[in-house]
Structures are given as structure tokens and as C-alpha cells.
């Protein structure tokens, strides 16, 4: 005898309702704010690190891309959705970074959950940091491994991890620029730590290119690991390359079986033409302008030090991420919501966005920041400080 549930069919998702009073309650609540073409607001927001987004030289080379191509890559990179700009892309990428090869996906998400996946199942162990962004967390939920979780930035329980590992193969999965304070991994550590243990190491390069390292070219490159046989670097190409699109880099033989591999690149619609195009262009930008990664990590250290002069609480930059602690959850909105009404625009990171919990203001230095555009950014956020910061 077969038994059913009379469930009226608007009542089927009430439980989101619940839900949603419990984010209300906690202040948690996320909205959407369209961002308007042109603005007055002052940009401490966004991810574009080298002021390359909007730089005609870019937008110029996306619109052409557009006309000549298409809007869209019209289907997978292994059907119809390759052209000869994402080949370029690729081999300008690896050469600029010092990889043996690249291969472009739709997006740095993307990218993370094919490189993480693809090199792991359940014959492997992985240990990554608690910190790591939430695209290499999913990939970790996916890869079906036994996953360990180790300290922020600790080599030695990454160590003591792989040293007491069941499986024989293993993969060490790290952020090498934070996205929350914007510190940075111990890559030199971990990759001897990999190597005393037979482990690969995957590292998520998305705020360090552009910013870190001789002439931008990334915290891999700068800690001398990017020829390395065993570790293979992520990145993303909508940060510092102001575009879309992420990219993974590494030894020919590992990019070869993603290609063969990886879900996310084999049943994605290929990154739109236009997009590979800006990115490369602003790729070419940042080979004529090193300069601009150097003038990035000068204004995160100019912010966070004349802020902390003040009596805030912010990180310690060594790429283009600042953040400001704010007292919770709430204040942390409101703070926000007040640079913004001054005319400032920054990031508010809350939990669960933030995995200690703790909430912040997000700010992102950028090379096209002048002294007059720090000075009135700093005055804002000191003037709209919350009661008890």
C-alpha cells in the first residue's frame, strides 16, 4: 500500500521562508545592487587591481574580438567554442608567468574545480588550507578524496597530514594570496613540505597576478615554483586582466589531461571570444607597464598603514587586499553603507563569507588610485567609523 504526502505546491518551498528569517535575524541577508555605468563612487571594491577594465586599449580589443568572432564562443572549447585568440591567450599566459603551458577556461571557478577534480578521486588525499576560496572547497566536495583540513598558512600540519595519509597519491590545495586579508601562503614551505612527501601542489593564483611578483607576474613565479613538475597554478583572467575567465598553468602533461578531463572544460561553453581577447590585451598592457603591479601593492600598504595610524584594525597587505575589522555583522553593512552615501564604494565581508568569522570591510587598492583619491578615501572611513572601532 503505497502512502502520499498531500503537500499544496506552494507550500513545497516554505522551508526557504524559514531560511530566510534566519539570515534576516543574523543580519546575513545578501542583496543585489546593479552597478550603474558611470558613477561618482570612488572604486574599493572591485577586483580590478591595474585600473585595466575600462582602459580603451582593453575594451577596444573586446569589441573588435565581438565583431569578428561573435558574442559568444557558441559551444565547448573541444566542439566549436576554440578560436585562435584562446590559443594565443594560452601560450602568452604561460610565457608570461613561466609555466610550460596553459589552458583557458569560462571562468577562474571553473578553473579551480578542473584542476582540483582532474587530479585527485578517491585513490587520493587532499589536504587544503581552512582558508582556501570556496571554488577550490566545491572542488574538494566533488573530487570524492579523503579530504583533510589544515591551519591557515600551516606547512607543518599540511606535513603531518600527508605524513599520516592512508592513500597513496596526494594533492595540497592552497590560495596563494588570501582573498579576505590578502596574506600570503608560504608557497617555498609547502612545495618542500609536497616534495618531502610525494604530494602535488595546486595553488590559486587569482590575486596574485597582476600584483605580485617581478612585474606582476604572480606569487608562484616570485617563490620560484612556476617550471615546477609538481605544482599547477590557477588563475583567474577577471582581477588584474580586468576580463573573464580563468586559466589553469602548469607542466604540458597535466594540462593535456584536462583538456582529456576535466567536466568543467570539456562540457562548458568556451570563454566568449571578446573576453579573451581583452584579457590578452591586458596581458600585453601589464608586459609594457610592470609598473603597475609595483604602484597596486604601494597604495594596500599606504591604505592599511594610514588607517591603522587612525586606530583601525586592518590586515597586513602583502599583495593589493586590505581589510578593515568591523564589530559585527551589522556594522560592518552599515559602515559600508555610509562610505558608500560619502561617495566611497568598498566590499563587506561577512560570515560565511569570511571563514573566522570575523566581519570586515574588504578594500582593493588599485594602480590607477591617486594620492587625491586615497586621501578622500581614508577620510571617509575613518569619518564613518562605527561606535567602538
Sequence with gaps: MSSSRQTPPEAVFDWIDARARERDGA??????????????????????????????????????????????????RLVTGSTDLHAELE????????????????????????????????????????????SLIDGCRLSKSDVAVAGHADAGQVA??????????????????????????????????????????VVDDAHGLGVVGDGGRGAVAAAGLARAADVVTTVTLSKSLGAQGGAVLGPRRVIDHLVNTARTFIFDTGLAPGCAAAALTAL??????????????????????????????????????????????????EWAAACRDAGVHVGC????????????????????????????????????????E
Design 349 to 388: 565581508f561577512r560570515p560565511p563569507s569570511v571563514p573566522d568569522k570575523i566581519s570586515r570591510l574588504r578594500l582593493t587598492a588599485r594602480a590607477d588610485l591617486t594620492e587625491a583619491d586615497i586621501e578622500r578615501a581614508i577620510d571617509v572611513i575613518i569619518r564613518t567609523r562605527p561606535a567602538g
Design 284 to 333: 600585453r598592457v601589464l608586459r609594457e607597464e610592470p609598473e603597475r603591479a609595483e604602484r597596486a601593492r604601494a597604495v594596500a600598504v599606504e591604505l592599511a598603514t594610514r588607517l591603522r595610524d587612525a586606530g583601525l584594525h586592518t590586515s597586513d597587505p602583502e599583495a593589493a587586499v586590505v581589510s578593515v575589522r568591523a564589530p559585527s555583522p551589522d556594522a560592518a553593512v
Design 91 to 134: 601560450l602568452e599566459l604561460a610565457s608570461f608567468c613561466g609555466a610550460q603551458a596553459a589552458l583557458v577556461f569560462s571562468s577562474g571557478y571553473a578553473a579551480n574545480l578542473a584542476a582540483v577534480t582532474a587530479l585527485s578521486g578517491k585513490d587520493t588525499a587532499i589536504v587544503a588550507d581552512q582558508y582556501i576560496h570556496a
Design 27 to 76: 543580519g546575513l541577508r545578501r542583496r543585489l545592487r546593479p552597478r550603474p555605468a558611470e558613477t561618482d563612487l570612488l572604486d574599493l571594491a572591485s577586483n580590478d587591481y591595474l585600473g585595466l577594465t575600462r582602459d580603451k586599449r582593453v575594451t577596444g580589443a573586446a569589441a573588435a574580438a565581438t565583431m569578428r568572432w561573435g558574442a559568444g564562443s557558441t559551444g565547448s
Design 160 to 201: 603531518h597530514a600527508l605524513a599520516t595519509r592512508k592513500a597513496q597519491r596526494a594533492l595540497v590545495v592552497t590560495d596563494s594570496v588570501f582573498s579576505v586579508d590578502g596574506d600570503v601562503a608560504p608557497l617555498r614551505e609547502l612545495a618542500g613540505t609536497c616534495r618531502e612527501h610525494g604530494a602535488a601542489l
